[in-house]
């Protein structure tokens, strides 16, 4: 992947409507429709499989139960594309930016390139903001003007209260009833224990995740030049700092909440990925490729080993 | 520049606040905020380097301004010598040298005039030294003004002249009016002088600090600041301690009739003693004869030796009896202790005084319901009177008797009107009466003689008298215990007057506004026991008799007392002849002569109330002739000069005297050289100039860091 291919964000960032800013990222990529790996009402038959309590009645195949006298659930094509949601954080702690831009700037430009993307590709887009709690919400469709709608939702100032992602993950979980893709965008600047239970939750109900993590360079790699006060964005708190002793503290204390993230990433079995603001926005289009194809291949292990044959059988 | 309080250089130290600031690496530049400070932690204050401290210019500001400050604290000055010059000419020193009894012992005396001519020779030129005696008194030898008005050289050969004749004295230490005199004069002095600085005093006490110097007048002296006392404590010549143990010697009050008391006290004595005592004649000599003669000493119940020899332990009080004399007038010699200052003791036996109560009364009747024949037994002999009792008939032609011999006249009811207003006369010339109203005024006519008794003895006061009616007999019942003739029966153990009854009392109304006071009541409210004053003399009325036939009064505890203390109270008061001590001072009444012991007239001096009188200076006999009448009076030495224990000198520092012991020439030195020091500074308050620079840097460091 040559990086010098795609545009620069800072550059990028220039433009003043994020329509054009996701369309200039997604220009690059050609539009097509992919097949859902999820099973619906359809009319395309996908496989057989054998009935467990539990299952919807309406689904056995009744033919081949008179010919087998086994309960097999007849599955379909979903000839619905993939239900996508964009989960934005728009938290204090995302105003930070040393690049001439903020963290946000990035992930607003960043959802409406996925929100612009996944619409070309014919999916059902939504897309949820947050700071302390949810501050927005858009349900995912696809239709008509719906870009519209989550540009609009981007556009709107976030009124900037602290990070937690406990509660707007919580009420993603009650509120987001269809499986589908959630793509969080946020730096994931709280301890990680504290929302690993509703990560898990979000799992659990077989949502797909995607962790995107947007970071400042500067908070990759802690650099000041000289004793500074420094101001916590999201509780004002102000701490006297001295470079010298505290960037060697601060890399340990960042490694080591990376790595409880992928940790948790691991545990969890979703995809993350981490992108700082001066990265190209087209790396997020790549990874959620990449994603596209993770499900596409699981998918069709999955059919392989439970095959109609074995319930047939 | 010096400094008057160099400690507070310490202080410079605080130097290194601003040093070590400017090196901590704490200075922010400006603030930055940062997404989240959840990976931060505060980084702690570090030290930089010496060569990286930026800010010098705000730096060296601060130090000056903290090594202002202190130099301010530390009080500087510069040293003037045309100062220095000026304030030694106000050195004011005042010798004091103790010329009491106890000065007399060993060889302590020649030891203090050494000293104190030491102290004169090694004065400074610039010390104005005056030269003070005290005993009892303070005697000026050489004072302020003298000493000033003379230069160094001349100064001293007028100090060493006025002490070549002083001896000591016989009179008791007066330390603590003697120190107060002085502190006082120096301090006025101090005061009248305004055109120098103030500067601090001295007085030289050149003393032995004998404990049983007085110190009263300490105790209520507020004792100037700048006055020191240096201790000049004189011991014995050639520099060994002086020996102060002391045996004296005390003639008690006599009361056997055979000997007389003496108690001796051993003070400060590290063993026992073997002391000898001896009655020696008037003129000091030896009495000889053998000691059971009695031609000499009285005849004593078991013999009792002339000399006498005891055993005296350490520390110890004895009371040891010496036969008594025949003679007035002895000496009383004690032997064997090594202070012979006091070892004289001079006794005079006072003369027996005769005198008389005279009883107007029917003589015909001295029977137990008479006034008299109880008076006649009252034991009021002692030893310096003997009482003897006689009867006067109502409308006797005798002539009346002498008011020095009786001072006391008592009268039972049968007193006539003539008879009243010869006893007036002698009250209001200074006798004193008892009328006591002994028998029943029932019948018209004995109450009307009385009544006209009364008015002639009291100048026709009104008075209403009457006998009382009772069933009951009657008890004293409102006394007051507070007069002095019931006050020795005050005591809850003698102040039961309820089985002293009486079966019959007269009933007298007193007029309110008249002088008469009302001592003892009875049960029924009427008087009992009144007096009143009239003239030079006083007038006593008892509304009962005391016989038998009255009362149960005469035959109970509470007669004697009360009857003798109204005969006391007729006696003119005690000179204190017996009880002379040196120092004293007494009136001379008219018509006395005084000779001192060696029969010179002795010359009247005048008391501190502006009354003539003599001073004892000497112990000795002294003689007083009263209109020819010669009478003996022995002056001892003041008990409180035998106390030869050295005084505590923390005890004159407790009453705020600001003493300091010998003081060595470097010491004195540095003191001198503090006190000027101290003026130099306060002269020249270069501090305020310091405090100014101080302020004037702040705000130039103000300025500096509102700039940057």
């Known amino acids: ?245 505290a960037a060697r503290k601060y890399q340990e204390k960042f490694d080591q909440h990376a790595s409880e993230l992928s940790a948790l990433v691991g545990r969890l079995g979703i995809s993350a990925m981490t992108l700082s603001t001066q990265q190209p926005l087209e790396l997020a289009l790549w990874e959620l490729l990449q994603v596209h194809d993770r499900r596409q291949t699981r998918g069709r292990a999955a059919s392989t080993s439970r095959g109609p044959n074995r319930g047939a059988g | 520049m010096s400094f008057l309080a160099p400690m507070f250089l310490i202080g410079s130290l605080a130097v290194l606040g601003p040093i070590v600031f400017h090196m901590i ?93 030491s102290i004169i020779n090694e004065a400074k030129p610039e010390h104005i030294l005056s030269l003070y005696t005290f005993d009892n008194h303070v005697h000026s030898l050489v004072s302020e003004s003298e000493a000033q008005s003379h230069s160094d050289i001349e100064r001293k050969t007028l100090l060493l002249s006025a002490i070549e004749g002083v001896q000591p004295s016989h009179l008791a230490s007066n330390l603590g009016k003697a120190l107060t005199t002085i502190a006082d004069r120096l301090t006025k002095l101090e005061g009248n002088r305004d055109d120098l600085k103030q500067v601090s005093s001295e007085i030289i006490l050149v003393s032995d600090f004998q404990a049983g110097s007085s110190l009263d007048r300490l105790e209520n002296f507020q004792w100037p600041t700048n006055c020191h006392v240096t201790i000049e404590r004189i011991r014995a010549k050639g520099g060994m301690p002086t020996d102060s143990s002391n045996v004296a010697a005390n003639v008690l009050e006599t009361k056997s009739s055979d000997s007389i008391p003496i108690r001796l006290v051993h003070r400060n004595g590290e063993q026992s003693k073997s002391i000898e005592l001896e009655w020696l004649d008037e003129n000091g000599k030896r009495i000889e004869t053998e000691p059971n003669d009695s031609a000499a000493l009285e005849k004593p119940s078991k013999p009792r030796s002339n000399p006498l020899k005891i055993d005296l332990p350490s520390e110890s009080s004895l009371v040891v009896e010496m036969p008594k004399l025949v003679a007035p007038n002895r000496i009383l010699e004690l032997r064997g202790d090594s202070a012979t200052f006091d070892n004289r003791r001079w006794f005079a036996k006072p003369p027996v005084r005769e005198l008389q109560i005279v009883c107007i009364d029917d003589s015909n009747r001295p029977t137990p319901e008479s006034l008299g024949y109880f008076l006649k037994q009252l034991p009021l002999d002692n030893d310096v009177r003997q009482v003897t009792f006689a009867w006067r008939a109502p409308r006797s032609l005798d002539p009346w008797p002498d008011l020095q011999r009786v001072p006391l006249m008592v009268a039972s009811h049968l007193l006539t009107v003539e008879d009243a207003k010869q006893s007036r006369l002698r009250i209001e010339n200074g006798g004193h009466f008892l009328w006591s109203l002994d028998a029943p005024v029932s019948d018209s006519s004995p109450r009307e003689s009385v009544i006209s008794a009364w008015k002639a003895l009291t100048n026709g006061e009104q008075v209403e008298i009457k006998e009382a009616v009772s069933k009951k007999e009657c008890i004293w019942e409102k006394i007051d215990f507070t007069h002095p003739l019931f006050q020795t029966l005050a005591d809850s153990r003698f102040n039961d007057f309820t089985k002293t009854r009486f079966w019959q009392h007269r009933k007298i109304e007193l007029s309110p506004s008249s002088a008469w006071k009302t001592i003892a009541s009875f049960d029924d409210g009427a008087p009992a026991l009144a007096c009143c004053s009239m003239g030079a003399g006083k007038l006593w009325l008892m509304a009962a008799g005391w016989q038998p036939a009255e009362s149960q009064f005469a035959l109970s505890s509470k007669f004697v007392p009360i009857m003798a203390g109204i005969f006391e109270d007729s006696l003119p008061s005690e000179r204190g002849l017996s009880r002379l001590e040196t120092g004293d001072q007494i009136a001379i009444e008219a018509g006395e002569v005084w000779e001192g012991p060696s029969h010179e007239m002795l010359q009247p001096v005048e008391m501190a109330d502006g009354v003539r009188g003599v001073e004892f200076t000497t112990p000795g006999f002294y003689r007083v002739s009263i209109n020819n009448i010669a009478q003996t009076v022995a002056v001892n030495l003041p008990a409180s000069e035998s106390d030869t224990r050295t ?46 620079g101080m302020l004037g840097v702040i705000v130039i460091e103000t300025l500096w860091c509102s700039r940057a």
């Open chain 1, 1 to 245: 992947m040559e990086l010098g291919l795609y545009a620069d964000p800072a550059t990028l960032m220039r433009i003043k409507n994020l329509q054009l800013r996701a369309k200039h990222v997604v220009d690059g990529f050609q539009s097509g429709l992919h097949r859902s790996p999820l099973h619906g009402f359809s009319v395309e038959f996908s496989e057989y499989r054998p009935y467990v309590p539990g299952d919807d009645p309406r689904g056995i195949d009744w033919r081949l139960y008179a010919r087998s006298d086994r309960y097999y659930i007849k599955k379909f094509e979903d000839e619905t594309n993939r239900r996508c949601h964009l989960v934005v954080d728009q938290s204090r702690s995302m105003d930070f930016g040393s690049l001439g831009y903020s963290k946000l700037d990035y992930a607003r430009t960043l959802a409406a390139t996925l929100a612009y993307y996944l619409t070309m590709q014919r999916d059902a887009v939504g897309m949820l903001t947050f700071e302390a709690d949810v501050t927005g919400m858009v349900p995912a469709r696809f239709r008509h003007g719906q870009l519209r709608r989550l540009l609009m939702l981007l556009d709107q100032k976030p009124s900037g209260v602290a990070t937690d992602l406990t509660k707007p993950l919580s009420r993603l979980s009650e509120i987001i009833r269809h499986r589908g893709l959630m793509i969080i965008l946020s730096d994931f600047l709280v301890p990680v224990p504290t929302f690993e239970q509703q990560l898990a939750h979000l799992v659990a109900r077989r949502h797909e995740v995607l962790l995107i993590r947007i970071l400042d360079p500067n908070e990759i790699t802690f650099s000041l030049k000289q004793p500074t006060v420094v101001r916590d964005l999201e509780t004002g708190r102000e701490m006297y700092i001295d470079p010298t002793t």
């Open chain 2, 25 to 117: 690496r704490r200075q922010a530049k400006g603030e930055q905020v940062f997404s989240s400070l959840m990976f931060l932690e505060p980084s702690p204050p570090t030290m930089m380097r010496r060569s990286r401290i930026d800010q010098w210019l705000l730096l060296l500001l601060r130090s000056l301004a903290v090594l202002l400050l202190v130099a301010a604290f530390a009080r500087p000055f510069l040293p003037s010598f045309t100062f220095v010059e000026t304030a030694q000419s106000n050195v004011r020193k005042a010798i004091l040298l103790d010329i009491s009894a106890s000065m007399n012992r060993e060889s302590l005396w020649p030891a203090a005039i050494e000293r104190t001519q």
């Open chain 2, 647 to 692: 005084m505590e000198l923390e005890k004159l520092e407790r009453l705020g005297v600001t003493t300091k012991a010998k003081p060595n020439e470097e010491r004195l030195a540095a003191k001198e050289e503090q006190r000027k020091s101290v003026e130099l500074e306060k002269d020249q308050r270069l501090w305020r100039w310091f405090m100014i």
